[in-house]
């Protein structure tokens, strides 16, 4: 995803989309019996009235979603469709955070590309805890359709304490503002907003952006992932004092799987030939605890490679990034 004003922002990639079975919720059940997981007796779904959701209409499949809202002092998060053809309403998901989907927001805006089957959803105000105060989030999750799988692009969450003192290198967390999309250019576009701001409850915003998916091919994504498996292990050499054959990993190994149109790419490379010359510190750079341990600088800078090759993967193929506990019946 590039985020762009007139300053002009970095871009934010997301993970490929990859095909992948579908959920235990998908086929969607009918609205007026759907069986509850672990019984075997249907219950009657109701469809709740609502403030500030989201409907879409889908002329390719006839269709119109339902999604989110609030309901007195609830967040809602609940997913539905309702089919034209056959005047039936289907509910797609009742919690969509618990299969990597948004959390349950207020003044959210949706968006969708029918040629694609994907609905695009930006967040607004949302509330962790009803104790906790309003969390201003701004993050971009896109539904396939086919699939009825989640992805989420990127996230960014602060108190509203924190947002107006943030650098403008990405649309600022907001609420009420306006988002329509091109789906000849494949572009989103961004208007205004209240930053919810309690010291100037008055404020409102003005600024524009646009916002469009970059989706990178098979070739670049393997790049990335071979990057930094080969980079780490560089690092790893550097670290055991072996600087000679650090520079020769450097040239035999990382040098071949550095894209030339992955700016990000080469500029982690570009910062290696500096990392071979600096000097050491007393042998501080040298592992000298087991690995495994708390406090194992290499088992962490692995494990952090980990997550980043993971990021490419989708969701029934690693482990869950919600909160487990979310996923329990009390």
């Given at each position: 995803m590039s985020s762009s004003s007139s300053a002009g922002a970095p871009t934010l990639t997301p993970p490929s989309p990859s095909p992948s079975p579908l959920p235990s919720s998908f086929p969607p059940q009918p609205l007026?019996?759907?069986?509850?997981?672990?019984?075997?007796?249907?219950?009657?779904?109701?469809?709740?009235?609502?403030?500030?959701?989201?409907?879409?209409?889908?002329?390719?499949?006839?269709?119109?979603?339902?999604?989110?809202?609030?309901?007195?002092?609830?967040?809602l998060s609940d997913f539905f469709t309702y089919d034209i053809t056959t005047n039936q309403v289907y509910e797609l998901t009742r919690d969509p955070h618990i299969h990597g989907g948004p959390d349950g927001v207020f003044t959210q805006r949706a968006t969708m590309d029918p040629e694609r089957g994907e609905i695009y959803v930006l967040s607004g105000l949302t509330r962790d805890r009803p104790s906790a105060g309003d969390m201003i989030k701004s993050g971009l999750w896109v539904y396939h359709i086919a699939r009825g799988e989640w992805t989420k692009v990127y996230q960014t969450e602060m108190m509203r304490a924190e947002a107006s003192s943030r650098n403008a290198r990405e649309p600022r967390p907001r609420f009420a503002y306006q988002l329509i999309y091109h789906p000849a250019k494949k572009v989103h576009y961004l208007f205004g907003g209240n930053p919810g701001e309690t010291d100037n409850p008055r404020e409102r915003l003005d600024d524009f952006w646009r916002l469009s998916l970059e989706r990178p091919s098979p070739d670049v994504v393997l790049g990335r992932a071979l990057f930094s498996l080969r980079r780490r292990r560089c690092l790893d050499i550097l670290a055991s004092g072996d600087r000679m054959g650090a520079l020769q990993c450097l040239r035999e190994h990382v040098v071949h799987v550095v894209h030339p149109r992955d700016p990000e790419v080469l500029a982690m490379f570009n910062a290696l030939p500096a990392l071979l010359l600096q000097p050491s510190h007393g042998g501080q750079d040298t592992p000298n605890v087991r690995l495994g341990s708390s406090g194992d600088r290499a088992y962490n800078d692995r494990t952090d490679v980990f997550d980043e090759i993971m990021a490419y993967f989708p969701p029934w193929m690693k482990q869950p990034d919600a909160d487990l506990a979310n996923s329990l019946n009390y």
């Open positions: 007026s019996a759907s069986l509850v997981q672990g019984s075997s007796s249907p219950r009657i779904i109701e469809m709740r009235s609502r403030i500030g959701h989201s409907m879409l209409f889908d002329g390719k499949r006839n269709q119109l979603f339902i999604f989110a809202g609030q309901r007195n002092d609830e967040y």
